[in-house]
T-cell receptor, first 113, second 111 residues
Framework: DGGITQSPKYLFRKEGQNVTLSCEQN?????MYWYRQDPGQGLRLIYY???????QKGDIAEGYSVSREKKESFPLTVTSAQKNPTAFYLC????????????FGQGTRLTVV | GNSVTQMEGPVTLSEEAFLTINCTYT??????LFWYVQYPGEGLQLLLK?????DKGSNKGFEATYRKETTSFHLEKGSVQVSDSAVYFC??????????FGGGTRLMVKP
């Protein structure tokens, strides 16, 4: 089945550590996105990539980094510079045309302990 | 820039009641409009979409009509069920090829 997979579902991080969230899609989509969702809040764009080996900052990129070495994969690293990383992280992909929808993964809940 | 404004929730209804969740947008040009639904602890799922003015998107009894004159895309359902309880997001996609989301509206349906 085609889809977008995020792992792990739950992640715990100690303060000062970097962690990497995985996002893989087998939909052959060009565009991929990372969003952050805080309790009771909407979605805020962290980074997006419209093509392999290229990505752009979204609205809240500080303290995060990404790579896009393969079309299928768009991992997000939450660095120690992100002061408030506890949140629900959602990855999405789309074919890249404005009239088409994005497909979302099931999300990763990151908690700093 | 682009923006989406939704009515704040939570919206609490009894089963079989009529639902309206308001959504208005600001965008240049002719964006595509979407409604997504999020169940607890999950990602977002596309509910319906409309890509041009006067289009009506529909799915699972939900409907929304793209009104360019009022820059709106209100979500409606004639008879809600307990299983419709979720958070609903209005979104737009424009020539910049990035989804812009509203803040979400939580719907709670009581039996």
């Amino acid at each position: 089945d085609g889809g977008i997979t995020q792992s792990p579902k739950y992640l715990f991080r100690k303060e000062g550590q970097n962690v990497t969230l995985s996002c893989e899609q087998n939909l052959n989509h060009d565009a991929m996105y990372w969003y952050r969702q805080d309790p009771g809040q909407g979605l805020r764009l962290i980074y997006y990539s419209q093509i392999v080996n290229d990505f752009q900052k979204g609205d809240i990129a500080e303290g995060y980094s990404v790579s896009r070495e393969k079309k299928e994969s768009f991992p997000l690293t939450v660095t120690s510079a992100q002061k408030n990383p506890t949140a629900f992280y959602l990855c999405a992909s789309s074919i890249g045309a404005w009239e088409t929808e994005a497909f979302f993964g099931q999300g990763t809940r990151l908690t700093v302990v | 820039g682009n923006s989406v404004t939704q009515m704040e929730g939570p919206v609490t209804l009894s089963e079989e009641a009529f639902l309206t969740i308001n959504c208005t947008y600001t965008a240049t040009g002719y964006p595509s409009l979407f409604w997504y639904v999020q169940y607890p602890g999950e990602g977002l799922q596309l509910l319906l979409k409309a890509t041009k003015a006067d289009d009506k998107g529909s799915n699972k009894g939900f409907e929304a009509t793209y009104r360019k004159e009022t820059t709106s895309f209100h979500l409606e359902k004639g008879s809600v069920q307990v299983s419709d309880s979720a958070v609903y997001f209005c979104a737009l996609n424009n020539a910049g090829n990035m989804l812009t989301f509203g803040g979400g509206t939580r719907l709670m349906v009581k039996p």
